[in-house]
């Protein structure tokens, strides 16, 4: 455990920002242990409080932008404007988390008064509330250094839950990381979060042994398929098993129709090279494949539109080697041509050609596994397809997905469109018409996850208001008297929560809401009004 | 793959009920298949027709009661009040997820319109609702045949959510599985669910091929540690794991103040052994933990209640067996002494003598790995602590539980109260209050689940309104245009479904909405109002 990490500038190859100790093993186990004992006192802040926490991180990050956006371009050359919009964004997420746990419907509380003559027998009391699931892991990602790593949507989420969090740092931004952590840690305790709420850790084995730790009930994770991978067997096989949240890998297919193709074919392929270049190509929404019917007559702008695409470095040697290595397998592929020759001109520091490839869609389903891997960077394939049937075919062949999207002529094609759709809400967790998938708007709507590979886990989302159900656990009291029951669950909902009382949507005390003799009997039809201010 | 089920009558110990063959391997596959191929028809089906399925599952089982009440009690021995009680409780389950069906807020629909002014980027028009996973693999109990069996909680809430079920029926009772997976198939075919919607599989090993088939999204599990362990692990273990949510084992603690022996200490010792004998001590919350002050003077009132207590037959030669081993075992651990004497007469069938232990809060924590394995069937522990701290540091030994109970007194031990009920909603998912936990009421607030190894997922519930949050994943819709998104999502709120839209509850069409500038921004002022009626 003497090793160390250190960022290297992609734009020169060269070290960036200081080297970072790995974390020893003991300090992993203290820091974890503390952010058990956290967990109650946090959870006992009050919403305002939990509130005021994300907001003063938030703030704390905006007053060091220069410094921050900076330290990221170094270690991670995406450039000063896609960073500074990405630290704007991170501090939406925060504030955004703030308001919403203000609101109070995220914790979902529901109230069921006693019904004496119910079946099969008297009921009790019963109140629901959702409640902190505990301490939470969280593994950063080297693609959006601020977005998706120590102050990013996983924890900002896990804090609104009121979660302690343990970041596990990426190995390619450590500096930055280990500043963002100063700032969020001052920040946190200057608003009186208790001590181990939150905590920065550096290392691999560090990770491994984070997510094994006893006091931690959940992870959020951002990487490979590889690395989640690994890390969700270490959570699954705990003797105590814990939900893993991972966002691992994702082809993003887009469908293009041939109405599509005659209506705006080139505004298609300008529109497609610019998504799937996009931060280097580095986005888990990079649209990696695209599906366009034979005879398309778009290999020139596609050709064209790559070639002037001015692509930055990737993050990291390692990202670079694998990049090469698999557009170069890629190319080599039988039935695949390349549309963009290589560059000639030397390329500086972990700088690459844009790749963009083409196959019928026959070949990709006879070369699935080779051709379906992910291949992060700015490279792309365009699957050629001759019928609506080789079409089916090859999407058949394609793993689950965050996002799918489609562009077509639904005047024309309403069939294949309407098939089609159904498809990508069956496959996919976003489902985009006659746009890209890159860019990822942070609302109460969004949903960014999708069956797996995308996710470990279709049911949660990482990004939006509801990633912050991953972190909460729902609690029942019965028969607790009104004094002794949580602020969230007294009769005169003194917090003001919107309620779900005997199957009624309402935010005001009990007493005011409308009797009903059973809430099961009432559901439908007491239900069916529930919400509407009018 | 030639074996075959039998069940046997617990009071006799004699055969009871027919032979029912292990499903084949290629049959399993056949089915499990063919759930997939039913899929997109079943999720298409109207939410009308989508209730009709279940109310006519409901009607059939109770069109069918004598004989089924006849057969389960042959094969269970649970008797014939219990098991009427069961069935009753089992038709207003489906009824129950009728009524949320068609209640529509469980479809969680949102809306973010688009908003051209956000930060850090313009923001696209956004949908989300929630759709089925797809096909759900069931694994039936054994203590309850009908509650958490073929037709039980996990069924109703699978297909309240639009998902095929192909049922693992439990050994124990394979008579009343085939039945009443004809009943339940035969309405469902009748009603028009797509074939392939529903099946009922036999055996272990067809189990394990069950929860590892390419065309299961997800499982439901209510049974043994050991047993849900394995099958967790299968599902986790898949190239492309799924989400597995077990109810494994749970042992209930339940605490008594000083304050409340005081105040009603008898009362309390015949509620408890009416509780933990219940069903002969064979429900997942019989409270198999009873801490209470050293020298509560209760050992006559406690012992007596036992003595006179009719326990019925345990269900099977196995767990008969188990019972008895486990219960020698701990009477006989050092430390451990017998309230009740075993009786003497000789029993008939799977009949045991209720098992009544005590020992010291400070041996509980010397021999916690021996004392704290669930005993199934009519057996308790009392634990007698001499303070605070005593109790305090049992309790630290004690895992995750389905419920925590306390029986105190408020006005003269408020801070004890204050500390147990911290206590309880950080390790329990239904936190009781001078009650037992034995009655499970099935509504909108009810909370079956808990931290491991209650269950293995404390984020979501198998009993209640919620349970059919397990079986949904999240889908969003970007700028697709109205005629194509699903009629959940529509402008014109066709179905009348409770709907955030910009942040605000509504059920009417969006036209009607009040604006906002930005769901983000306007998140806590609009949402402090949400779903207020006034």
Redesign the interface.
């Known amino acids: 455990m003497s090793g160390f990490d250190q960022g290297t500038n992609p734009y020169t190859g060269e070290p960036a920002g200081p080297p970072v100790s790995h974390t020893p093993m003991e300090e992993i186990d203290r820091l974890a242990s503390a952010a058990g004992r956290a967990?109650?006192e946090l959870a006992a802040l009050t919403l305002e409080r939990r509130a005021q926490l994300l907001r003063s991180a938030a703030a704390a990050l905006e007053d060091a932008r220069d410094e921050l956006v900076e330290l990221a371009d170094a270690e991670t050359g995406l450039g000063s404007t896609r960073l500074g919009?990405?630290l704007?964004?991170t501090r939406?997420q925060l504030?955004?988390f703030a308001?919403?746990v203000?609101?109070?419907?995220f914790l979902?509380a529901?109230?069921?008064l006693p019904d004496p003559a119910?079946?099969?027998?008297p009921?009790?009391d019963?109140?629901?509330v959702l409640?902190p699931?505990?301490p939470v892991a969280v593994f950063s990602a080297s693609n959006f250094p601020f977005a998706f790593s120590v102050a990013g949507g996983d924890t900002a989420s896990a804090i609104a839950a009121g979660c302690p969090v343990v970041v596990k740092a990426h190995s390619g931004h450590p500096g930055l990381s280990v500043r963002c952590g100063q700032i969020v840690g001052a920040a946190l305790a200057d608003d009186g979060a208790p001590s181990g709420a939150f905590a920065v850790i550096h290392g691999t084995e560090g990770g491994r042994a984070l997510v094994q730790h006893r006091a931690i009930?959940a992870a959020g994770f951002t990487g490979s398929l590889g690395g989640g991978r690994a890390l969700?067997?270490l959570a699954?096989?705990r003797p105590?098993?814990?939900?893993f949240y991972g966002e691992l890998g994702s082809l993003n297919p887009t469908v293009v129709t041939p109405g599509a193709v005659a209506a705006r074919g080139e505004e298609i392929a300008r529109g497609f090279v610019s998504s799937f270049t996009l931060g280097a190509g580095q986005f888990c929404t990079k649209p990696g494949l695209l599906f366009i019917p034979k005879g398309h007559g778009l290999d020139d702008a596609l050709a064209s539109a790559a070639a002037e695409t001015e692509v930055g470095p990737l993050l990291n040697r390692r990202i670079r080697d694998a990049y090469v290595e698999m557009s170069e397998t890629l190319a080599a592929t039988p039935g695949v041509r390349s549309l963009l020759e290589p560059s000639t001109v030397e390329q500086s520091g972990f700088r690459v050609p844009p790749a963009l490839l083409a196959v019928s869609a026959t070949d990709l389903v006879d070369r699935a596994s080779t051709l379906l891997e992910e291949c992060f960077g700015p490279a792309a394939l365009i699957i050629e397809y001759g019928s609506t049937d080789e079409l089916d075919a090859a999407l058949d062949a394609v793993?689950?997905s965050l996002t799918a999207t489609l562009h077509a002529d639904?005047d024309t094609e309403p069939e294949l469109?309407?098939s089609l759709?159904?498809r990508f809400?069956?496959g996919?967790?976003?489902?985009?018409?006659?746009?890209w998938p890159t860019?990822v708007?942070?609302?109460?709507?969004?949903?960014h996850?999708g069956?797996?590979?995308a996710t470990?886990?279709?049911?949660h989302?990482s990004v939006?208001?509801?990633a912050v159900?991953?972190f909460?656990?729902?609690?029942?009291?019965?028969?607790?008297?009104d004094?002794?029951l949580?602020d969230t669950l007294r009769d005169a909902n003194p917090l003001?929560l919107?309620r779900?009382v005997n199957?009624?949507?309402?935010?005001?005390p009990i007493a005011?809401v409308?009797t009903e003799s059973s809430?099961?009997?009432s559901?439908?039809g007491s239900?069916?009004?529930?919400?509407?201010?009018?």
């Open positions: 967990a109650p919009g990405e704007t964004r939406l504030e955004m308001d919403v203000l609101e109070g419907s979902e529901v109230i069921d119910a079946l099969p027998a009921r009790p019963l109140r629901r409640v699931i505990g009930a969700f067997d699954a096989g105590d098993p814990i939900p793993p689950g639904p469109v309407r759709l159904d809400s069956a996919a967790g976003r489902v985009i018409w006659a746009g860019g708007a942070v609302t109460w709507a969004q949903h996850g069956p797996w590979p470990t886990s279709s049911v989302t939006g208001v509801t159900r991953r909460l656990r729902p609690v029942s009291y019965q028969n607790v008297p004094p002794l949580p003001g919107p779900r199957g009624v949507l309402h935010s005001g005011l409308p809430a099961i009997e559901v439908a239900g069916r009004h529930a919400g509407n201010p009018a």
